[in-house]
């Protein structure tokens, strides 16, 4: 398919700035891919759609503090540096975005911090915007780790809000959250709320957690009109013995899996053998989920509404159909629905 294919106007109001008061009773669109038929409901209206011992698939990445503000030597310029991924704990390497680009040559020093108490060296050029950081730092690493998160802020996407603020603290992470490294959050396991959970349990509707390390892949801008050329940025992934059992158990015993997220989809989709299984796994995928793609897993997928021409899109649509998916979306805009990451979400069922 096409890159163009992928575009559509939204509305700068339909962008949510905050969450829903509530976790759970944000808007929820449902989305019956074989037929194209459209429900409006409440997002804690999700379990009427699933039967006991289906299984919904968590991904319970936590965001770490990844965006940071320094000054380039010499000029002073303010600097804003998006850190993606540590590439080597002795030397201190990280994989990073830097804003603005232009300017930051190999060799450049960037200061942050009160005093300029920490320094790094830009190694490399990456991408137009990526670069590779060596910080400069005497301590132990968990006195780095701890000097990189307390000059951090959570990497709020700058379409949201130009810079994070206190309400983000608690709901620009799931209740789920246990495994730091992610720098963006699994979207669709934020409407999930301790009362909707319990539900779940006493419906006897299961649950399991993989994770996925959300970097840039989802966010890296699309440049290619022909999707079967673009690369993916690799993401760290985790599959536990706990979870591919559960997963394969389930559909084994002809019940359903929930993909909540993308990313869950894309982490189960990776590696699926003959039989249709999942197996335990740890690794990195660079794997891009666009129409037409056969899937092998899950069932049902919960998601966000996302902007126009992201991959993020382009894997809902896969598992939706491409028509049905875009004609959801023009139906979103006309009911006022709230688009991103704090936006009202999707069941495609």
């Known amino acids: 398919m096409k890159l163009s294919q992928f575009g559509f106007e939204l509305p700068q109001e339909l962008i949510a700035k905050y969450p829903s008061q509530e976790r759970d009773e944000c808007r929820l669109m449902v989305v019956h891919k074989d037929t194209g038929d459209i429900e409006h409901k409440i997002f804690k209206d999700i379990i009427e759609y699933a039967a ?127 495994n730091e490294g992610a720098v963006a959050c699994p979207a669709a396991g934020l409407h999930f709320s301790k009362i909707l959970f319990k539900k779940m349990e006493i419906s006897d509707i299961d649950s399991t957690f993989l994770t996925l390390y959300m970097g840039n892949a989802h966010f890296h801008n699309v440049d290619v009109e022909d999707l079967s050329k673009h690369k993916m940025d690799s993401e760290q992934y985790v599959i536990s013995e706990e979870t591919a059992a559960k997963v394969n158990g389930t559909k084994a015993a002809g019940h359903k899996i929930f993909a909540v997220g993308v990313t869950v989809v894309r982490a189960l989709e990776t590696y699926v053998t003959t039989k249709k299984e999942i197996r335990a796994n740890e690794g990195w995928t660079n794997k891009f989920i666009f129409p037409p793609y056969q899937f092998s897993i899950m069932d049902a997928v919960v998601t966000n509404f996302h902007l126009p021409y992201s991959t993020m899109l382009m894997s809902a649509a896969a598992f939706g ?26 069941l495609i069922i």
Do not use: C
Not at 62 to 88: H, S, W, Y
Not at 321 to 346: C, L, P, R, W
């Open 52 to 178: 006991p011992h289906d299984l919904f698939v968590f991904n319970d990445a936590k965001v770490f503090p990844a965006r940071m503000r320094g000054n380039k030597e010499k000029t002073g310029a303010e600097i804003d540096v998006f850190l993606l991924r540590e590439l080597n704990k002795e030397q201190r390497l990280w994989d990073v975005l830097v804003d603005p680009a232009r300017k930051i040559r190999i060799g450049n020093k960037l200061y942050f911090g009160e005093n300029d108490s920490l320094v790094a060296e830009v190694i490399d050029n990456t991408t137009s915007r990526g670069r590779t950081l060596r910080f400069l730092f005497d301590g132990t690493y968990e006195e780095f780790r701890e000097t990189l998160y307390q000059m951090g802020s959570l990497p709020i996407p700058k379409w949201i809000r130009p810079q994070a603020e206190e309400i983000d603290k608690e709901r620009f992470q799931t209740i789920f959250a246990k």
């Open 321 to 346: 159909g491409y028509h049905n998916i875009m004609n959801a979306y023009k139906v979103a805009i006309s009911e006022g629905y709230q688009f991103g990451t704090y936006g009202d979400a999707m």
